[in-house]
């Protein structure tokens, strides 16, 4: 990596080479999408690879997401079958991280997602990723909590077992060997 928010040409280059075969493989989940209008968006925006690139680094396999409420939108979403692997035992954000007197994991989700430049997947779009494929069958997800359960101490993860996806609840200070997190970035 050379400076945060700049990739090296060689860098931009295996990136988007690793993207473009990611896309072409997995055509459900952006039918209606090119790969000229992804590099046209890169183009606009070029910070935006290195968020996406930072995606592909910490094991999230990052890939085009056509999501219905956004049309004609570029969603890069984690679509790695398990939570990203450089992204698990870490709660859920920096409060919950404070709050720990001991065995303190080495970061949290919101950071990790706020240093990386993306966002935590909400409940709904993380029913719509699991719409594409099946993803997270032996780990969880933290996603993006809602206020008021937050205010309370809480936060929420989801997971898909027996063909069903799970949302959960936990203390937000608690963190596993096999719970991540889940992002997205719109180019």
């Given amino acids: 990596m050379t400076n945060i928010g700049t990739l090296s040409p060689e860098e931009k280059s295996e990136l988007l080479s690793i993207l473009k075969s990611r896309f072409e493989k997995n055509r459900n989940r952006h039918p209606d999408l ?3 209008t992804v590099l046209e968006r890169f183009q606009v925006n070029e910070k935006a690879l290195w968020s996406v690139q930072q995606m ?30 450089g992204r698990r035992s870490i709660c859920y954000d920096r409060a919950a991280l ?9 970061s949290s989700a919101v950071e990790m997602a706020t240093e990386m430049g993306i966002e935590l997947l909400t409940e709904g779009q993380y029913r ?9 069958t032996k780990t ?3 996603i993006s909590t809602p206020d008021n359960i937050r205010k309370l101490g ?10 069903t996806v799970f949302l959960y609840h936990n203390g937000a200070e608690s963190y596993y060997a096999a719970r991540g997190f889940r992002g997205r970035l719109i180019v």
């Fill in 34 to 36: 090119t790969w000229e």
């Fill in 98 to 106: 404070d709050s720990r007197k001991e065995f303190k994991p080495a």
């Fill in 140 to 142: 969880s997800s933290w």
């Fill in 128 to 136: 719509h990723l699991q719409t594409l494929g099946k993803f997270d």
């Fill in 56 to 85: 592909e680094e910490t094991g999230g396999e990052p890939d085009v997401v056509q999501d219905p409420t956004l049309p004609g939108k570029v969603v890069f979403c984690d679509c790695s079958a398990e939570s990203p692997k």
């Fill in 154 to 163: 809480g936060a929420v993860f989801c997971d898909r077992r027996y063909e």
